[in-house]
């Protein structure tokens, strides 16, 4: 179990407030807005694979950081592009996970593999070398036991609501499952998020094929953009349909634009015929972050801006073992002159709802906390990726607090895959508040009753109210 002072200030005044605080929403249910666990673990519901499966192969946070020592994803199991043959022993990928314990010290991948063995597993064996067996042992048992299957873990973790995250291609038959059996659907436990970049973005490989197919699902002419504006807006009903809340955007930048009818069907003719430029990729991009805000305020879609990470930026990594393996890495990103487009034509419009993420966290007091302190359409995202630290949360609240409050944020959001960590990285960020705002009692700058509200306040009312899970409050 964790130490009950994890990550409280070491000041004993200060620490006994956060212990009060963090006492009131150690319970409450848990919120996940925005995520990547696949659906299909919820419908199908069938046991976890064995630990090296479940905490390795697929944790890029995990396998960057041993591929950094020079150590390849193969040996990891990370499977390959053209089927080359990876390890496939667990047990051998568990080994060198634990002889190389010691690269993770201090690592937030070390915080919550650790909690999540102990708080979810019960399994409260330190991992190194000489343990690495007893560990994977005791994991192994508990994964095979009913009460470790993912729908007793999702009701043992207090889920409320769980979002994950779909294509617009996606034929949706794991949520259609799950809301047949009652967990999906609008206000469902499990709903769907829209997110189309592999239809927006004319530099991912396969888009003028993908841009077919989407006409394909929606019923809809997609050689013209009218006709692929009208099957975007056709798949969006159908995520709606599935319970979606939000849509999701990751593109390079935050670049919005307006392209205006003509000059986006031009460019999009450029891309279907192969003909398009680095240059025509980005104004479609940001031209559409325009087309997705009206279509966000006709049909109540939140929309969720995660901006500036430079994608396959490892080139080795992406040709032999493809995307979303850990080679991306952030830069810096423009959010005054890049939302302004956006923000002129609809940042002043309460039908809107736009929360912004980045990976440059020199931007949250400069820019990011300006703009929602001064739009009533603009939320401020949680630390998203590689800010998502006890130290990151920590310095996002301080950047942020004077000058949008805490009430121009938008909750904590896991944005995970990994399903087993999900109620552990809500206590961190849990704790990480209350520990904020009990400095602020301490220093005489907030009431006590007010904490107490605040740090409840950040942990649900929030994000249940601005990704419109509650309609009543929306």
């Known amino acids: 179990m964790p130490h009950p002072d994890l990550l ?32 299909a673990l919820i419908a199908d519901d069938a046991p976890f694979g064995d630990p090296a499966r479940l905490f390795v192969v697929p944790d890029h946070y995990v396998t960057r950081m041993l591929l950094s020592q020079g150590i390849p994803p193969a040996e990891l199991g990370v499977p390959s592009v053209d089927g080359t043959t990876v390890q496939a022993d667990g047990r051998k990928i568990w080994h060198l996970l634990a002889a190389n314990w010691h690269l993770f010290r201090g690592t937030p991948s070390r915080l919550w593999l650790e909690q999540t063995f102990a708080d979810v597993f019960g399994v409260e064996t330190p991992l190194s070398p000489d343990t690495a067996d007893d560990v994977y042992d005791l994991l192994s048992e508990r994964l095979a036991e009913p009460a470790y299957r993912p729908r007793a873990l999702f009701t043992r973790f207090g889920i409320e609501t769980l979002a994950t995250t779909e294509s617009p291609l996606d034929d949706l038959s794991a949520h259609a499952r799950l809301a047949a059996e009652g967990w999906g659907g609008p206000g469902g436990r499990v709903i769907t998020t829209f997110r189309p970049d592999d239809v927006v973005d004319l530099e991912w490989a396969g888009w003028a094929e993908r841009v077919e197919r989407l006409g394909e699902v929606a019923g809809a002419d997609t050689s013209t953009f009218t006709g692929y ?63 997705f805000a009206r279509m966000s305020i006709e049909d109540g879609l939140v929309m969720q801006l995660h901006p500036g990470s430079v994608r396959n930026h490892n080139r080795w990594l992406h040709a032999t073992h493809g995307r979303d393996v850990g080679g991306d890495i952030p830069q810096a990103t423009d959010y005054v002159r890049g939302l302004e487009p956006l923000l002129s034509r609809h940042g002043n419009d309460p039908r809107l709802r736009v929360v912004v993420y980045t990976l440059d966290e020199t931007t949250f007091s400069r ?71 009990a400095r602020l009692v301490a220093e005489h700058r907030l009431d006590a009753d007010e904490a107490a509200e605040t740090v409840v306040d950040l942990a649900y009312r929030l994000p249940r109210r601005i990704f419109r899970l509650d309609r009543s409050a929306a």
Do not use: K
């Open 8 to 39: 409280f200030p070491p000041d004993r005044e200060v620490r006994a407030i956060a212990r009060e605080l963090f006492a009131l929403t150690r319970d409450l249910p848990l919120i996940c807005p925005h995520g990547h666990v696949d659906p």
């Open 229 to 291: 504006l009208t099957a975007l807006r056709s798949r969006r009903e159908a995520f709606i349909a599935a319970g979606a809340t939000s849509s999701d955007h990751g593109h390079p930048t935050a670049a919005t634009a307006d392209l205006g009818p003509e000059g986006a069907a031009a460019v999009f003719e450029r891309g279907l015929h192969g003909t398009a430029t680095a240059a025509d990729a980005e104004s479609f991009r940001a031209h559409m972050i325009l087309e």
């Open 367 to 437: 820019e990011i906390a300006p703009l929602a302190g001064g739009y009533a359409s603009v939320y401020i995202g949680a630390p998203w990726w590689f800010l998502d630290s006890p130290d990151g949360l920590r310095r996002f609240r301080e950047a942020v607090t004077d000058t949008a409050g805490f009430y121009n944020t938008a909750g904590f959001v896991d944005d995970t895959r990994a399903f087993c960590s999900i109620p552990v990285r809500h206590a961190i960020a849990r704790r990480v508040d209350a520990a904020h705002c």
